[in-house]
């Protein structure tokens, strides 16, 4: 089968998409963060519900909400004191999914020099999440506390519409669980009704190609291994 040009372009869009941990300043003009936002809520949600709302930070009010996570994260027991308000992983790992974790990590710290010893690397690492990795725009993505499980499988639909539609306009992203830890912090820094939840942050710029760590990239699972063809 011969593929057409938009099928081309849609599956480049899907399969460039990675995690970028790092970004240029350059900056992203507001009419194309509405269109990518624009497009990416025509996903589907259930009976057209669209649970998803979004808080876009740039300059000084991303960087306040990066300096009040940091300074929470930077000091262990004032980190000690957030927890997740959801769980977004297992509550035990097994195999294969601790593997793919631990494959993911390790890689990472390798590409930056960082030693299994190095925790207080690793840390600092992991801290750069809350500054967004430098850039330009930070997302912060909430949903109505009273939503159920379906409504938040549509959330991640969304979720990739904005990804996928950033990368067809050259830009990319990083979507960030770590944010969830800081839930209060975020809540009180963006005045969020008690009514809503923080699904997650991301990042979205320009990558910096530079940067070693922008260099990872994550393995798939061959078809055979996730696929059955009931026939």
Not at 4 to 24: E, H, K, N, Y
Not at 73 to 79: F, G, L, R, S, V
Not at 122 to 141: C, K, S
Request: charged share 20%.
């Amino acid at each position: 089968m011969i593929s057409s040009p938009a099928q081309q372009a849609v599956d480049a869009a899907i399969t460039s998409r990675r995690s970028i941990r790092a970004f240029l300043p350059t900056p992203v003009a507001h009419e194309d963060i509405a269109a990518i936002l624009q497009v990416a809520a025509r996903a589907p949600s259930g009976t057209n519900t669209q649970p998803w709302k979004v808080y876009v930070l740039q300059g000084e009010r991303k960087n306040q909400l990066s300096g009040a996570i940091l300074a929470a994260h930077n000091d262990p027991e004032q980190a000690a004191q957030h927890k997740e308000e959801y769980a977004y992983y297992p509550r035990e790992w097994v195999s294969p999914y601790i593997d793919r974790r631990r494959k993911v990590g390790w890689d990472l710290y390798a590409l930056l020099g960082l030693g299994r010893d190095n925790k207080a690397g690793m840390a600092a690492q992991h801290g750069r999440n809350y500054e967004f990795f430098d850039a330009p725009v930070g997302l912060i993505f909430t949903i109505d506390r009273i939503m159920e499980q379906g409504s938040w499988l549509d959330y991640g639909m969304f979720l990739q519409n904005l990804m996928v539609a950033a990368r067809a306009r050259g830009l990319d992203t990083c979507p960030q669980a770590a944010f969830t830890q800081y839930h209060r912090i975020i809540s009180e820094q963006l005045a969020l009704p008690e009514s809503e939840t923080v699904v997650c942050g991301m990042a979205l710029g320009v990558a910096d190609l530079s940067k070693i760590e922008n260099s990872l990239v994550t393995e798939r699972m061959a078809l055979s291994e996730f696929v059955k063809f009931v026939e």
